[in-house]
């Protein structure tokens, strides 16, 4: 069966997948709003830098978000990615943060813009936050497509936020349960019984 563009932006989620969702929480196109509201934010506050702002993504959960935002921005911007152990198949926050894949750029006086897809504990924003300031850049703000401040354990400087969930877990744009979900266009909320 094939369907038009406009279907797949709007509707479409895999149909072995549609029957575990048990709710959309944020459709594609708020998602695509409230980027054009935070790129502008972007834009503004960096516009006139001395250096390129570096967009750096936690893999793998923010690629979308990452490059959403990238594609928004009219300031000029370079982007890298960063990976660290988080949840693996289960959902909740070990609170041990390795890095598994590390920044190729050098920050030492840039401005970097951390890029991540949810806020939950803030166990590894917390981490990585520290590591990139050990570094001496010129400085590290963060930019979250979500969050979920009921399940925040530490306290930390979001400077951009996109929405705030309720303690539910939820899949889609770029997030996943067990590798499954990410390419679900919109936020949503998986029924019980279904993982997570
Ligand atoms: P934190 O260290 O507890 O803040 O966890 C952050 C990471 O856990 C995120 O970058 C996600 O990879 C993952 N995570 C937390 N909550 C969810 C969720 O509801 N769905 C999918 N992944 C989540």
Same mark, same amino acid.
Do not use: H, Q
């Given at each position: 069966m094939s369907s038009t563009s406009a279907e797949r932006d709007d509707l479409w989620i895999p149909e072995q997948l549609r029957e575990?969702?048990?709710e959309i929480l944020i459709p594609a196109d708020r998602i695509?709003?409230?980027?054009?509201?935070?790129a502008a934010e972007v834009d503004r506050d960096y516009a006139g830098r001395d250096t390129d702002l570096l967009l750096v993504g936690v893999l793998r959960g923010a690629v979308f978000t990452? @490059?959403?935002l990238a594609r928004r921005l009219t300031i000029p911007s370079a982007i890298d990615f960063m990976?660290? &152990? @988080?949840?693996?198949?289960?959902?909740? @926050? &070990?609170?041990?943060?390795?890095?598994?894949?590390d920044l190729d750029t050098e920050i030492e006086g840039?401005?970097?813009?951390?890029?991540?897809?949810?806020?939950?504990t803030g166990l590894t924003l917390d981490y990585l936050i520290k590591n990139l300031r050990s570094r001496n850049p010129a400085s590290v703000e963060v930019l979250s497509l979500l969050t979920k401040p009921s399940r925040r354990e530490v306290?930390?400087?979001v400077r951009y936020i996109g929405?705030?969930?309720?303690?539910v877990f939820?899949?889609?744009y770029g997030l996943d349960y067990a590798e499954r979900y990410r390419g679900i266009p919109h936020i949503v909320s998986l029924k019980p019984g279904t993982g997570a």
């Open positions: 575990n969702v048990e695509a709003a409230r980027l054009d509201e935070l990452l @490059s959403d990976a660290c &152990s @988080s949840y693996g198949s289960s959902t909740t @926050s &070990s609170g041990v943060v390795r890095i598994l894949k840039r401005d970097v813009l951390l890029v991540e897809d949810i806020v939950d306290e930390l400087p929405f705030e969930v309720p303690d939820v899949v889609g």
